[in-house]
């Protein structure tokens, strides 16, 4: 089991910037593949970035390529998402989520463990 939990989130205006949290804690965290998730009121949870084991790799959605980086320090357990330039169409409950996996997943359904999310919310 791994059981995570994310923090960070909050009010910004349009054009801030946060970073988010996710703390890991149980089995080896440097053995899954991470990745962040967003879902907004009405839609379904959507793919925001992930990062491969080691941090060799990172894969990032369209509509936050260049805006928002991820990023892990598995000597804290710990993976982050930088998010600069934010737009109201970024407001949305941001998930964490671990995958058994030597890739890194952009399908949430690859995804074994999730986090119980963090509300990120951008005013115009």
């Known amino acids: 089991q791994v059981q995570l939990v994310e923090s960070g989130g909050g009010l910004v205006q349009t054009g801030g910037s946060l970073r988010l949290s996710c703390a890991a804690s149980?089995?080896?965290?440097?053995?899954?593949?991470m990745g962040w998730f967003r879902q907004a009121p009405g839609k379904e949870r959507e793919f925001v970035a992930s990062?491969?084991?080691?941090?060799?790799?990172?894969f990032y959605a369209d509509s936050v390529k260049g805006r928002f980086t991820i990023s892990r320090d598995n000597a804290k357990n710990t993976v982050y998402l930088q998010m600069n330039s934010l737009k109201p169409e970024d407001t949305a409950v941001y998930y964490c989520?671990?995958?058994?996996?030597?890739?890194?997943?952009?399908?949430?359904?690859?995804?074994?463990?999730w986090g119980q999310g963090t509300q990120v919310t951008v005013s115009s």
């Open positions: 149980g089995r080896t965290f440097s053995s899954y593949a």
């Open positions: 990062i491969t084991l080691s941090a060799g790799r990172t």
């Open positions: 989520a671990a995958a058994s996996a030597i890739w890194a997943p952009t399908n949430l359904k690859d995804y074994n463990y």
